[in-house]
């Protein structure tokens, strides 16, 4: 690598040529490039990390745009692994990039967590967090957590040898509802400063200088309304459901994004479908309110994810749709693990719908 291009870090004594050459040599997993994911990737890129994974399913939405610096009007509707690569790729040259345009899921995350080094969260649910930490535990390797909400945000190592693991914190997803970004809102700043501090802690965790005290066992809280932050200690649990035990004994959880095959029908289709079938839509409350296919059914996938019941027919062919197609694809997925048989995604989602003209 061009030691021209990392001058003003390796002048750095806590990194120097030594810790520049550790970069070169690691490998850090990116597990969704969404808000928290886009400013991390770009910083480990810039640092000169020599390999970096980038896991996501999703589209460009234009609702990302205002957080998820990777991407520019010209991506909406572009798979984000294929855009975020490309973008990364333009920056650095230097290092590689591997894209994975697919869900993360218990049949799949233990062979990609195997190949990296580091794994960092920019997830946006507990379900995902949880398969996160349990197949990190599972594979012996460290992660980085990172969550906001609002103007909140929080930061913390889990895995590593001495410390704590996510369910050492949270053992459960927690019983009451809470909102995603669409529901509760978000400032594009505030998760700026969480994926940089995540990225900062991933290279701590490479470098391994001993100046550095990474987020092992403590939890980073940021409030950008006050621009206060504190850390509070983690500890870890002895009783705890992962982490007390053996590494091979532990089972992934199967509720996270699963891995069906999700068959799709074009909004072109739909009135030859049979009769009997439920629109389903699977945004947020806010989108349904500025218009949703008529006679539809709301479920709005942050419920579906957060484990909430859902009434939904059963004997019914179900029709899941989003905003563009992207997160009926994972509302499907979720609603089979729930035992749910007939069903389909539109293809294009509502704004297909709008532009086919209503015929449902």
């Known amino acids: 690598m061009s030691n021209e291009r990392y001058a003003r870090q390796t002048a750095l004594k806590e990194i120097g040529v030594k810790g520049q050459d550790r970069l070169a040599r690691a490998s850090v997993l990116c597990v969704g490039v969404g808000g928290l994911g886009s400013p991390a990737a770009l910083y480990l890129a810039a640092a ?106 929080q930061v913390a190592v889990f895995g590593s040898a001495a410390g704590p693991c996510y369910r050492c914190l949270y053992p459960e997803p927690p019983k009451a509802k809470i909102m995603n970004c669409a529901e509760a809102g978000v400032l594009g700043a505030v998760v700026g400063l969480v994926g940089v501090t995540q990225a900062l802690q991933a290279i701590q965790l490479l470098v391994g200088d001993g100046g550095f005290e990474p987020l092992i066992g403590k939890l980073w ?8 932050t504190q850390t509070l200690a983690v500890a870890r649990n002895p009783q705890c459901a992962v982490c007390a035990h053996a590494r091979d004994a532990v089972t992934l959880p199967q509720d996270a994004a699963g891995c069906v095959a999700v068959r799709e029908v074009a909004a072109s289709k739909l009135a030859t479908l049979a009769s009997n079938f439920v629109m389903v839509d699977v945004r947020e409350q806010s989108e349904w ?72």
């Open 48 to 153: 000169g990390v020599g390999r970096i994974g980038l896991v996501d399913f999703d589209v460009v939405d234009e609702t990302n745009l205002q957080r998820q610096i990777l991407y520019t009007s010209d991506d909406v509707d572009r798979p984000k692994v294929l855009q975020a690569r490309d973008r990364l790729a333009a920056f650095n040259p230097q290092i590689k990039l591997e894209a994975h345009n697919t869900a993360l899921s218990a049949a799949n995350a233990c062979q990609l967590f195997e190949a990296y080094d580091i794994i960092l969260d920019g997830t946006d649910n507990f379900s995902t967090k949880f398969l996160i930490n349990d197949a990190a535990y599972k594979t012996g390797k460290p992660w980085v957590y990172g969550a906001i909400q609002n103007f909140d945000g």
């Open 289 to 360: 309110a500025q218009g949703h296919v008529p006679n539809a059914v709301l479920a709005p996938l942050s419920s579906l994810e957060a484990g909430d019941d859902c009434v939904l027919p059963r004997d019914v062919l179900l029709v899941v749709y989003c905003q563009r197609g992207a997160r009926s694809r994972r509302a499907v997925e979720i609603l089979a693990q729930r035992g749910y048989q007939k069903m389909l995604s539109l293809a294009g989602g509502y704004q297909a719908w709008l532009q086919q003209g209503p015929q449902t």
């Open 221 to 228: 809280l940021l409030d950008g309304k006050t621009m206060t």
